[in-house]
């Protein structure tokens, strides 16, 4: 079970950040992704680790302005988002792939998904 937490509101230029907790069963070999959806548009790639390697991978235009994280204690993964634009606004998702090492970038590529968490980013 995935529970993500931490969305908001906040001006152009501003920071946020959204956290994804793993509950219930955790696997050795897994990936965490985070994919957001703006309406009317389809749900696209943000950033996604791999618990086993620490490799990341982000979305082009999120470069130099997210980072994703870890806590291995708490089974918690971070989306730090920093320089956000009005283009950022969008329901966020977190999503985890089993027994996977290599980060996914499509939806196809993960197992579980959490309820979204909003962000919004006015101008």
């Known amino acids: 079970q995935l529970q993500a937490s931490g969305g908001g509101s906040v001006q152009a230029g501003g920071s946020l950040r959204v956290s994804c907790a793993h509950s219930?069963?955790?696997?050795?070999?897994?990936?965490t992704g985070w994919f957001r959806q703006a309406p009317g548009k389809e749900r696209e790639f943000v950033a996604g680790?791999?618990?086993?390697?620490?490799?990341?991978n982000y979305a082009d235009s999120v470069k130099g302005r997210f980072t994703i994280s870890r806590a291995n204690a708490e089974n918690t993964v971070y989306l730090q988002m920093n320089s956000l634009k009005p283009e950022d606004t969008a329901v966020y998702y977190c999503a985890a792939g089993r027994f996977r090492t290599v980060v996914a970038t499509k939806p196809a590529g993960y197992d579980y998904w959490g309820l979204g968490t909003q962000v919004t980013v006015s101008s």
């Open positions: 680790i791999s618990w086993s390697r620490g490799s990341t």
């Open positions: 219930g069963a955790t696997f050795s070999s897994y990936i």
